[in-house]
C-alpha cells in the first residue's frame, strides 16, 4: 500500500487525534496503534506524540500519568471543553471541505485531456 500524503495527514491530524481521544481516553502508543488499525498503517509515533503535545499546549487535552505495571507510568490524555468544541468545528468543517473536494474531483473530464 502507498504511504499516504504526509502534508494532507498533517492538515486532518488533530481532527482524528480529538475523536479518538473522545471515543476513549488513551495514551500516545496506543493513539498511533488505533490510526494504524484504521489504515494509517504508516504513522509513526514521532508524528502524533509532537501533535498530542501541541494539542495540550492549546489546551484542546488534558493528560494525567498512570502508573503501569510494564513500565514507566503512562501519559493518557482526553479531549478538554475546549478539545470537544475544536471537534465539533472541524468534523463539520472537514465534511464541508470533503463535499467540495468530491463534487470537483467526480466530474467527467473531457476526452481530450486525457
Same mark, same amino acid.
Given at each position: 500500500?502507498?504511504?499516504?500524503?504526509?502534508?494532507?495527514?498533517?492538515?486532518?491530524?488533530?481532527?482524528?487525534?480529538?475523536?479518538?481521544?473522545?471515543?476513549?481516553?488513551?495514551?500516545?502508543?496506543?493513539?498511533?496503534?488505533?490510526?494504524?488499525?484504521?489504515?494509517? %498503517?504508516?504513522?509513526?509515533?514521532?508524528?502524533?506524540?509532537?501533535?498530542? @503535545?501541541? /494539542?495540550? #499546549?492549546?489546551?484542546?487535552? &488534558? $493528560? =494525567?500519568?498512570?502508573?503501569?505495571?510494564?513500565?514507566?507510568?503512562?501519559?493518557?490524555?482526553?479531549?478538554?471543553?475546549?478539545?470537544?468544541?475544536?471537534?465539533?468545528?472541524? %468534523?463539520?468543517?472537514?465534511?464541508?471541505?470533503?463535499?467540495?473536494?468530491? @463534487?470537483? /474531483?467526480? #466530474?467527467?473530464?473531457?476526452? &481530450? $485531456? =486525457?
Amino acid at each position: 500500500m502507498a504511504p499516504h500524503d504526509s502534508q494532507l495527514l498533517k492538515g486532518v491530524l488533530p481532527l482524528l487525534l480529538l475523536h479518538l481521544l473522545a471515543e476513549q481516553e488513551s495514551y500516545g502508543y496506543q493513539v498511533v496503534q488505533r490510526l494504524q488499525a484504521a489504515g494509517l %498503517t504508516d504513522v509513526l509515533e514521532g508524528t502524533v506524540y509532537p501533535a498530542l @503535545a501541541r /494539542l495540550e #499546549r492549546e489546551g484542546r487535552v &488534558a $493528560s =494525567r500519568l498512570v502508573a503501569s505495571s510494564s513500565g514507566p507510568a503512562r501519559k493518557y490524555y482526553r479531549p478538554t471543553p475546549a478539545g470537544f468544541e475544536a471537534l465539533a468545528d472541524g %468534523t463539520e468543517n472537514w465534511t464541508r471541505h470533503t463535499a467540495i473536494v468530491n @463534487a470537483v /474531483l467526480t #466530474r467527467p473530464l473531457p476526452a &481530450a $485531456s =486525457r
